[in-house]
């Protein structure tokens, strides 16, 4: 193990909001003297708090896939798509490249932060050593891509503001992608409360 | 209670670090897991503040005109970013359209507006009025801005059209396009940067 001194072993807390080193508060609810937002030695309830955020996305994840998003209409011939079927119609019409892209953002995205999260959490529970720095790696790589998830949503949006034909041609949106919303928003909470110092107190009590 | 500006505590894994010294462009790492710990932007100051207001410029171009036309029989028909909005309210996805208003238009023109407000008085090593809330707000809405993401759903909307209809982009896009350009050369400013201007309450 290396010995670089963490927080707790000085007596030292830092403020995760404007980065203000103090010396540890004596009581609980201390405030960090020079942004005012609460000085935690972790975030609270970390565990938890994803625990819930992450279930609750995966339930939602469910019926984002199942249900489709949108509905073209063209001369009474109504087509649904779902995530899926969406994506497959891209690589049918020669936008392979695209068809990736967005397959990557849909799918593999969303399916890759539950695992990791997952993983994160279990190894926190064990209180693992295991590939410390590649979970540290991986947490950054889940909060720099996440939101990237929201593509299908927008360009659903896109889609029913443009295919305004009348009877000709349009395109409304169904309840899939009100689930896909909210499951993007909800992977996104849950992975800003999963604590990253936890995967490294492995030595330390948790509190 | 502070204990001292010259450290520095990891937010990722809770080393404590020296405050390094950084020259433009430099960024200083956790070396126990390599989170970055403060980076020293390319741009001074003030070319950060004229990024930020050309960026404003951009946002506001991107959303007065319309982003696509679509054409089919002769017939044409476009929308702008808030028209897409407003649609979604209207076709029951009202959940859609509250996460479009935050993620493509409130949220970044709060970004845009309180950092252009905040550098105009950093650059002269001033607090603007409102420091402390506007910091804090900007810290957390940071994560939650999705332009860049926009521009990409826009691309990917106007192939899947193309099979279908005439398909024009339009200036808004093209805006877009520029303007995340620009945020995302000030998206790497470090904002704590910013809080080493004011002198804490507690010292």
């Known amino acids: 193990m290396t010995t670089l001194p963490r927080a707790g072993q000085l007596g030292l807390i830092g403020c995760t909001v404007c980065g203000l080193v103090s010396r540890a508060p004596a009581f609980a609810d201390a405030g960090c003297s020079r942004c005012g937002s609460a000085l935690r030695r972790r975030k609270p309830a970390s565990l938890s708090r994803t625990w819930a955020l992450l279930i609750a996305a995966f339930i939602v994840y469910v019926p984002a896939n199942i249900l489709p998003i949108m509905r073209t209409a063209s001369l009474g011939d109504v087509d649904d798509n779902t995530i899926l079927s969406g994506i497959i119609e891209l690589w049918d019409k020669d936008s392979q490249g695209l068809a990736i892209i967005v397959f990557c953002a849909s799918i593999v995205v969303p399916i890759c932060k539950f695992l990791a999260l997952l993983v994160l959490l279990i190894c926190v ?51 899939g992608v009100i689930f896909f919303g909210l499951t993007v928003v909800l992977t996104m909470f849950a992975s800003l409360s999963f604590d990253p110092r936890l995967t490294w107190d492995d030595e330390e009590p948790h509190d | 209670m502070v204990f001292s500006s010259r450290l520095l505590i990891c937010d990722e894994c809770d080393t404590v670090h020296r405050m390094p010294k950084l020259g433009r462009a430099e960024v200083a790492r956790c070396a126990r897991c390599g989170a970055v710990l403060a980076r020293r932007h390319r741009l001074g100051l003030d070319a950060l503040m004229a990024m930020v207001l050309a960026a404003l410029f951009l946002f506001i171009q991107g959303n007065i005109w319309p982003v696509v036309t679509l054409g089919l029989n002769g017939q044409q028909n476009s929308t702008t970013l808030w028209g897409m909005i407003l649609i979604m309210w209207q076709d029951h996805s009202q959940v859609v359209s509250v996460i479009t208003a935050v993620t493509l238009f409130f949220f970044p023109l709060f970004n845009m507006l309180s950092l252009g407000w905040l550098l105009s008085f950093g650059r002269h090593g001033r607090a603007a009025p409102g420091f402390r809330p506007l910091m804090l707000l900007l810290h957390y809405v940071g994560p939650w801005t999705m332009s860049e993401v926009f521009v990409l759903g826009a691309l990917v909307a106007m192939v899947k059209a193309k099979s279908y209809f005439e398909v024009f982009p339009d200036a808004g896009i093209y805006a877009y396009g520029a303007l995340i350009l620009f945020t995302t050369l000030f998206a790497g400013f470090d904002l704590r940067r910013l809080w080493d201007i004011v002198p804490s309450r507690g010292a």
């Open chain 1, 125 to 175: 529970h064990r209180r693992s050593p295991w590939a410390q720095l590649q979970r540290a790696k991986l947490y950054r790589l889940i909060e720099l891509i996440g939101h990237w998830s929201m593509l299908d949503v927008f360009v659903v949006a896109l889609l029913t503001a443009l295919v305004r034909f009348n009877l000709l041609s349009s395109v409304e949106p169904l309840p």
